[in-house]
């Protein structure tokens, strides 16, 4: 008999249902688009929990990306750094802008941009429009330094906080601290809206034109009117629905994936070679996925093993300085990321699973790495 699958990360609908209430009630008023209270109410109930001024409810992470390098103004040929240790989504919006991207390398304290290559980038690249530091697996990079860094050379920084909801930095909510942040609410993220994301800032004034862009920048005429590019990026009403409702038990969730943690931080510490997820004074993280890694043992042998018991596991994130798509340009470092790729896995890190997934998970992982010492 087939034993039931242990998914990676998938989502989970609060047990209350509180995300069909608002469904509901954006059907019973009609409002099937992408505008309506439920879009106006996400972005202010999130704004208001992480604590910012100001939101815009956006299709995606990706796009959110998108907008908030077009809004600190980087155009065709600009440079814009951005951490290789991440998906490729933090990425391609760069490119969406004919812009150049330029990679820095994580270090061991953070698995996050290492603040010392950044200001080596930025030494040798003065000229650099925008800065995209990455909160990886819910792990919050050292935003101190690395905004200080920004500051000195006069350059935005951008937080992608896609996987970070819930983490904080000292006590502040990632995504906060720099000039704009962004959130991610695809389906494996802590919460979720199917698809869909968020632009934060305190800037009033970009947020608004974020807003305007993406709603196919239509000026406000009685026709037609449009004087700039635009974009279809405007979240629905629908998906915004979606997105209160999870935002009531993100406390809860974040609750979880840390007691998930916890638990594989206490039944695999004795096992040989391995090393968990780093620890900071400074990081309170979300521990969106729990991330390990080993000496002496290809994680391909364990995932192997976990998806012969089907259970889902995931690599960690190839570097983007490693991708043929972005292999041409310059790259600071690249050990780190290029380390933890080759030895880390990703563990099933599901909020919806239970003591006995655990304990079949890690029973798994003990007898892998056992039978391999």
Request: net charge negative.
């Amino acid at each position: 008999m087939k034993k039931n699958k242990i998914l990676l990360s998938s989502p989970h609908m609060s047990d209350e249902g509180y995300e069909q209430e608002f469904i509901k009630e954006a059907f019973d008023t009609n409002w099937i688009a992408p505008l309506g209270a439920n879009v106006d109410g996400f972005e202010k109930e999130l704004a208001e929990h992480v604590e910012i001024g100001n939101a815009a409810a956006l299709v995606s992470g990706t796009s959110a990306i998108h907008l908030a390098l077009k809004a600190v103004g980087v155009g065709v040929g600009d440079k814009v750094i951005c951490q290789s240790l991440t998906f490729a989504a933090s990425v391609n919006p760069i490119i969406y802008e004919g812009a150049v991207p330029i990679f820095v390398d994580s270090d061991l304290e953070s698995w996050n941009m290492d603040p010392k290559l950044l200001e080596a980038a930025l030494t040798k690249h003065p000229d650099v429009k925008a800065v995209i530091a990455v909160h990886l697996y819910g792990l919050s990079a050292e935003l101190d330094e690395i905004k200080a860094i920004c500051d000195r050379f006069n350059v935005p920084l951008i937080e992608d906080a896609a996987e970070s909801l819930g983490t904080l930095y000292k006590g502040k909510q990632t995504g906060t601290i720099g000039k704009v942040g962004v959130f991610s609410f695809n389906g494996n993220k802590i919460i979720t809206t199917s698809g869909g994301g968020m632009l934060i800032s305190d800037d009033a004034e970009l947020v608004s034109k974020v807003r305007f862009w993406s709603t196919q920048s239509r000026e406000k005429e009685r026709h037609y009117e449009h004087k700039e590019i635009g974009y279809n990026y405007r979240m629905s009403n629908i998906v915004a629905g979606i997105g209160r409702g999870q935002l009531k038990v993100l406390d809860e969730r974040v609750a979880q994936k840390r007691a998930i943690y916890a638990y594989y931080k206490k039944m695999l510490a004795d096992l040989p070679g391995i090393h968990f997820m780093p620890e900071n004074t400074w990081n309170e993280p979300n521990c969106w996925l729990s991330v390990v890694y080993f000496d002496g043992i290809d994680p391909t042998i364990l995932m192997d093993a976990l998806a012969n018991e089907n259970i889902e596991s995931r690599p960690v994130w190839k570097p983007m300085h490693l991708q043929p798509v972005f292999k041409k340009y310059d790259v600071f470092g690249g050990e780190v990321s290029e380390m933890l790729f080759a030895k880390g896995i990703c563990l099933p890190s599901d909020s919806k699973m239970t003591i006995e997934d655990l304990e079949r998970t890690t029973s798994i992982i003990k007898r892998a790495v056992n039978d391999e010492a």
